[in-house]
C-alpha cells in the first residue's frame, strides 16, 4: 500500500472510531414553510438524509439537483418514509406531507448555476439556508466545458457562486440563517498551488486533487466570514465521514475501505446540527466534526493564502458574480 494510501485508511479508521465514541445527534428544530432551505444533491446519500430530516423539522426544502427524474424518486421516497415513521410512532398534530421541491442544478456547469440561482430568486424573495452538500470526486484529470477541473468546479467553484449570489437573501432573511458547506477531512490532504489549480501541470492523485477541493471550500468559510459586511450569516464547513454512497462506490480504489463507512443517516447528523442546532447561532467560521466545531489546520486558517485564493477565483469567476457584490462583502 503507498504512504498515501496508508494515510487514508487511517484517517477512515480514526474517524470511524471518533464517531462510534461520539454522541452524535443534532435538536429538533421547529420550522415552518417560511423557512426555506436549498441542499443541493440532495436525491441521495447525505443530502437526502439532510433535505428529509429538515423538511420533517417543517420547512419547505429545495432538492437542487442535476437529475431531475432522481430528484422526483427521491421526493416520493422521502414521503413513503415519513408516511412510515407516522404509522410506527402515532404522531398527530403535525403535516403529513413533506414540503420538499426539485429544482435542477448542475453544478460542472456555470450557466446551469446561474439559471438555478435567477429560477430560484424568481420564486423566494428570502431563503433561511444553503447547504452545499453535492459533490464529484475522479480518478483521473477531467474538465468541465468551462474549463476547469471538475472537482475544483463543483465542489468549490460553483459553490462559491451559489454562497455570493444567495447572501442578499440570507441576509434579508434576518433569522439566524445560514450557509454549510459539506467539506471533509481530506482538505488535510489538498495544497493550494496557483500554477496547478486546474491539474495543468500534472494530476497528483485523486486524494490530492480532491482534498484541494474541500481545502478551499474551508478556506472560503474563513474568508466569506472574515468579510461579510453583516454578520448576521453563519458560514460553516463540516466533515461528514467517509459515508457509503454513490459517489464513495463508485471509486475501486475505495473498495478495500467500504467496510469501514459510515451509513449516510450518520453523516447527516452533523451536517444538520451546523445548519439548524440553536446552540450555534451566531457562531461563524467553524468546522464540524461528530457534530461538534473542531480546530482546523494552521494552514487552512492562513489569512494571506486566503486571500490569494480568493483573488485568484474572483478573477475566474467575474462573468458570474453579482454585480452589487460590494454592497454586502468587502472585497
Not at 426555506?36 to 417543517?58: C, D, F, L, S
Not at 446540527?273 to 446552540?279: D, F, H, I, L, Y
Request: aromatic share 10%; hydrophobic share 35%; glycine share 6%.
Amino acid at each position: 500500500m503507498s504512504e498515501e494510501k496508508e494515510v487514508f485508511a487511517r484517517q477512515i479508521r480514526e474517524g470511524r472510531q471518533k464517531a462510534e465514541a461520539s454522541d452524535l445527534g443534532y435538536p429538533e428544530v421547529k420550522l415552518t414553510e417560511d423557512d426555506v432551505y436549498i441542499v443541493t444533491g440532495a436525491n441521495t446519500g447525505i443530502g437526502y438524509e439532510v433535505a428529509k430530516n429538515i423538511a420533517r423539522m417543517g420547512a419547505k426544502v429545495i432538492l437542487a439537483c442535476r437529475n431531475m427524474t432522481k430528484a422526483e424518486k427521491a421526493i416520493q421516497q422521502m414521503q413513503m418514509e415519513y408516511e412510515k415513521s407516522f404509522e410506527e410512532s402515532s404522531r398527530s398534530g403535525e403535516p403529513i406531507t413533506l414540503n420538499v421541491v426539485k429544482m435542477e442544478l448542475d453544478l460542472s456547469s456555470f450557466d446551469s448555476t446561474m439559471k438555478f440561482i435567477e429560477t430560484f430568486k424568481a420564486q423566494y424573495s428570502n431563503l433561511k439556508g444553503l447547504i452545499c452538500n453535492a459533490g464529484v470526486v475522479t480518478t483521473e484529470r477531467e474538465l468541465t466545458k468551462d474549463g476547469n477541473e471538475i472537482m475544483f468546479q463543483v465542489n468549490f467553484l460553483s459553490q462559491f457562486v451559489l454562497n455570493l449570489h444567495f447572501l442578499p437573501l440570507l441576509l434579508k432573511n434576518g433569522n439566524d440563517s445560514r450557509i454549510t458547506l459539506v467539506s471533509s477531512d481530506s482538505y488535510i490532504e489538498g495544497a493550494i498551488e496557483f500554477d496547478n489549480m486546474n491539474c495543468e501541470k500534472q494530476f497528483l492523485s485523486t486524494f490530492n486533487v480532491y482534498g484541494k477541493s474541500k481545502l478551499c471550500q474551508v478556506m472560503s468559510t474563513y474568508w466569506l466570514s472574515r468579510h461579510l459586511k453583516n454578520k448576521s450569516v453563519t458560514i460553516t464547513a463540516c466533515n461528514p465521514g467517509f459515508i457509503q454512497t454513490q459517489m464513495t462506490a463508485a471509486l475501486d480504489m475505495l473498495n478495500p475501505y467500504m467496510d469501514q463507512t459510515l451509513s449516510p443517516e450518520v453523516g447527516a447528523k452533523t451536517v444538520i446540527k451546523a445548519a439548524t442546532s440553536p446552540e450555534y447561532k451566531g457562531q461563524t467560521a467553524l468546522f464540524f466534526d461528530n457534530c461538534q466545531p473542531i480546530p482546523t489546520t494552521d494552514y487552512a486558517r492562513d489569512e494571506k493564502l486566503q486571500e490569494k485564493l480568493i483573488q485568484y477565483v474572483m478573477g475566474i469567476l467575474k462573468p458570474y458574480l453579482p454585480k452589487n457584490l460590494e454592497d454586502y462583502i468587502e472585497c
